[in-house]
């Protein structure tokens, strides 16, 4: 039998759930690229503000491509199921916040009314590095951003938001608090300047009015959220008694740090656990660089050694204690942290994090898209230790098992990039491959440019890994 809002009621008394009236909501999220990280952790905070505050906010999900999301949420009712897995039993929770699913290919005017609506307060995004489409402020427009600008069927974000905002203004409404969840440091900061330029580009006094109006906060997200494996559904609906298709399964911690800057209403997010600070930029570098840079490492280099699991790569006696050195002694002492963060404490969580047995997390998962993740993961690390006069051996190390992961060889790569790294691999070969992706007009560009030791060390690593 299937997980709806008429079986929800014949759950064990064990599923913890928040009660509240489902239809009573005054306030209304829109989330874009809403995925298995959106409902462990987004939904959760918000589940547990409204236990909190008394105040029901809605979550309206948006798919940006795929269907799968609505298709696993709409016969339930968009209620699911939430299991965190570490010591002792897991623990499963009811999550029933979110109010309906769109897939905006489908349904683009949908789309484009949920962020008209006078109820959207806020939207919050998990759309992907690679889902913002940054260029540098001094490039041309991308012709499918230009195509946005346009007045057209929406493309991306920045089409979907030209148009709801364009509604916005107007019929008289507020501005919107939009908030970034990705893996992008500054990341609200980056998404405001591409809005506006797209905006600029079809309106200017759109631009002007989104600039004044909306705000943008950066913010920083962690909790591990690993792709639902058939055998976790079976398990779920073993102990619940109910089938449920869009459960999701995570570890106990989580973390939600957002810059205190909000257009209007929001949930008691910070009654949940949120953080709300002057300042996001140390937690958000601590996590890009520590976390996410250690999550990429263990990922290439276990792949490359033939492991398919987190735990498993960790545990290995030569990935472990490298990325363990990444993650201390590298990333750690890249920048200066705020004055209440204790990394010497955050890198022990971590490794206990990564060696969580009862949370198989797969490598493969985490090795997509590396090129849209390790410049802010790896590069701007060792940008600012090169400034620093710092070596960082272990972050090259994970470097060059990333540059042979990318040569296409495997069955691994899933990256956007996939065919010009490939390419290049065909026409640089191991003796240039370092040059044309790292140097000055390379292809990976960026403020860190390697230096002899650096390239002897990479060339040593790429021949070692084949």
């Not at 979550?59 to 696993?72: K, N, P, T």
């Not at 683009?108 to 959207?120: F, Q, Y």
């Amino acid at each position: 039998m299937r997980l709806s809002q008429t079986t929800a009621a014949m759950l064990p008394d064990a599923v913890r759930r928040v009660d509240y009236d489902r239809d009573s909501a005054a306030h209304q999220i829109v989330h874009l690229g809403i995925g298995a990280f959106t409902r462990a952790h987004q939904a959760v905070l918000t589940e547990d503000a409204i236990a909190a505050s008394g105040d029901f906010w809605r979550i309206i999900g948006v798919s940006m491509r795929s269907a799968s999301v609505r298709d696993q949420l709409a016969p339930q009712d968009h209620l699911f199921t939430v299991t965190s897995k570490g010591e002792g039993a897991p623990v499963t929770r009811l999550v029933r916040c979110v109010g309906d699913a769109i897939v905006a290919p489908e349904h683009p005017d949908r789309v484009v009314a949920a962020l008209a609506d006078p109820r959207t307060q806020v939207v919050t995004l998990t759309v992907t590095e690679k889902g913002y489409h940054l260029v540098p402020a001094d490039a041309e427009l991308p012709a499918l951003l230009r195509e946005d600008a346009a007045r057209a069927t929406p493309h991306t974000i920045y089409g979907y938001f030209a148009q709801g905002l364009e509604q916005r203004r107007a019929n008289g409404l507020a501005g919107l608090t939009i908030l970034s969840c990705d893996n992008l440091a500054e990341n609200g900061t980056r998404l405001r300047e591409m809005l506006l330029r797209v905006l600029a580009a079809r309106d200017p006094a759109l631009a002007e009015w989104c600039a004044v109006h909306c705000t943008f906060p950066n913010s920083m997200v962690d909790r591990i959220v690993p792709a639902s494996q058939p055998a976790d559904l079976d398990a779920v609906e073993a102990r619940i008694g109910l089938r449920d298709e869009a459960a999701v399964f995570t570890e106990p911690f989580r973390q939600w740090v957002i810059e205190d800057s909000f257009a209007g209403p929001r949930p008691a997010w910070d009654a949940a656990g949120a953080q709300i600070v002057a300042d996001v930029r140390p937690y958000e570098t601590a996590k890009l660089r520590m976390l996410n840079g250690a999550h990429s490492a263990l990922a290439y280099l276990g792949l490359a050694n033939g492991l398919e699991l987190v735990s498993e790569a960790v545990a290995d006696p030569e990935i472990g204690p490298l990325v363990v050195r990444l993650m201390r002694d590298e990333a750690a002492d890249s920048f200066t942290p705020a004055p209440e963060q204790d990394l010497a404490a955050y890198a022990d969580s971590l490794i206990a994090r990564f060696a969580n047995p009862a949370l198989p997390h797969r490598l493969a998962q985490i090795a997509m898209d590396g090129s849209q993740k390790i410049p802010q993961r790896w590069l701007a690390t060792l940008a600012d230790r090169q400034a620093r006069g710092k070596a960082s051996p272990a972050i090259l190390h994970a470097l060059a098992a990333w540059i042979v992961h990318v040569r296409g060889d495997t069955p691994h790569v899933s990256d956007p990039r996939a065919q010009p790294l490939a390419a290049l691999w065909r026409t640089a070969g191991a003796a240039g491959i370092v040059a044309a992706l790292l140097d000055g007009g390379g292809l990976m560009a960026s403020p860190w440019v390697p230096t002899a030791e650096d390239r002897a060390a990479l060339d040593r690593h790429i021949a070692a890994l084949g």
